[in-house]
């Protein structure tokens, strides 16, 4: 158990060196887009994980861990470009 905190710990701080912006929030791997807007996120039973075909495994190993931590079963759903999620965040 220590070894996993220490190499998540590890992780996040070489994440934390290499970020070119500050004012970003270390993310890995990078979103291909990310909006920064004042607020909260907040996540209900009905928050969707959307994935592309490259990262369906990824959603779904996202969602059983969240699952875990936070007790929601959180559905994987495919997006399609023609179909973008809405803008709203609370």
């Known amino acids: ?3 996993k905190a220490a190499g998540i710990l590890l992780s996040l701080l070489t994440a934390m060196a290499f970020a070119g ?3 970003a929030p270390a993310l890995i791997p990078l979103p291909e887009k990310m909006d920064c ?5 907040r ?3 009905e928050t969707r994980i ?3 075909s490259t990262a369906e495994q990824s959603g779904q190993y996202l969602a059983e ?3 875990k931590s936070i ?3 959180f559905k994987v759903v495919p997006s ?5 999620p809405k803008e709203t965040f609370c």
Do not use: I, W
Request: proline share 4%; aromatic share 8%.
């Open 1 to 3: 158990m220590k070894h």
């Open 21 to 23: 912006d500050t004012n």
């Open 37 to 41: 807007r004042e607020g909260v996120f």
């Open 43 to 45: 996540v209900r039973p």
């Open 50 to 52: 959307l994935v592309d």
């Open 65 to 67: 861990r969240l699952a």
């Open 71 to 73: 007790g929601y079963k």
């Open 80 to 84: 399609s470009k023609d179909r973008a």
